[in-house]
């Protein structure tokens, strides 16, 4: 993931790498050199959330709810 991070081109593309790497959940922090800054959460949270999310959200609820 570092040597990607280092051939970002962008703020923008150097977030997404982050948000895609397979390290565990943590704070990530990216600045580039004209001073524009980015956080993101590092790794797939938003999917997990979705397949999560997803799975209770589609079975009906059982009689007496």
Known sequence: ???RMLQ???LPQALQLLQRSGVP???GL???SQG???WT???LVFLAWAI???AIFTV???PGW
Do not use: C, F, M, Y
């Open 30 to 32: 990216v600045a580039d």
């Open 36 to 38: 524009h800054i980015g």
């Open 8 to 10: 970002a081109r962008d």
């Open 60 to 62: 009906p609820p059982k």
């Open 1 to 3: 993931v570092l040597d």
């Open 52 to 54: 999560w999310a997803e």
């Open 41 to 43: 959460i590092t790794g």
């Open 25 to 27: 959940h943590q704070n």
